[in-house]
């Protein structure tokens, strides 16, 4: 399957609930998918997009802060590790598996982010402000776990009516045969698996 036929998959896309597997394997083709994920990333106008998200089970995912192509820095974390979270922040979050769906969330401020880059060097860093928030909430989205799961009681409730529309809206999906099965997701799912962990 080629790279350019990745897209973005929206709630509740099994696919986001998949827990990656460490990525073994860095190629040519797996430098390709990174680089449509960066493009679909600016396209939806985000600033951090996981695998998950383009319906492949790999842990990775791309950032760039900035949202923009040329600014900012472009940064590809592969088999993230954090660690020694520091402090509390509650700021209001966005997915692009939830397009439009805004809500805050608390989380640690600082935050030690140790992974892999593309070429297969070691990255570790002390973050914190925007880029912090970013790389935690990209690392749930490889343990399958999203945003709206991290809500405070009350925020869940607020979100209750918009997470029923994107259900109907899947629903509608696959009944028109627009989405795969649950099955065929998880058989491509075990696919890329086999290929890259
Ligand atoms: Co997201």
């Known amino acids: 399957m080629p790279e350019t036929s990745l897209k973005i998959v929206i709630y509740p896309h099994p696919a986001l609930q998949y827990a990656s597997k460490p990525v073994v394997r860095i190629n040519a083709k797996l430098k390709r998918i990174v680089a449509r994920m960066f493009e679909l990333m600016y396209e939806a106008k985000g600033i951090g997009l996981a695998a998950n998200q383009v319906n492949l089970p790999l842990r990775l995912f791309v950032m760039n802060s900035a949202g923009k192509p040329g600014e900012g820095v ?54 914190s402000g925007l880029e912090a928030r970013i790389v935690q909430h990209e690392t749930d989205h490889l343990d399958g776990v999203l945003f709206i799961d991290r809500l405070s009681a009350s925020g869940k409730i607020e979100v209750q009516e918009p997470l029923r529309d994107f259900m109907d809206e899947y629903m509608r999906h696959i009944r028109e045969g627009t989405v795969a099965s649950d099955e065929e997701i998880r058989a491509r799912l075990a696919e890329w698996e086999q290929e890259y962990c």
């Open 74 to 127: 472009e940064r590809v974390f592969i088999n993230p590790v954090l660690s020694q979270p520091s402090g509390m922040e509650e700021a209001e979050e966005g997915c692009l598996s939830l397009p439009e769906l805004l809500a805050d969330v608390r989380r640690p401020a600082k935050i030690t982010m140790s992974a892999f880059d593309t070429e297969g060097n070691e990255i570790h860093e002390r973050l």
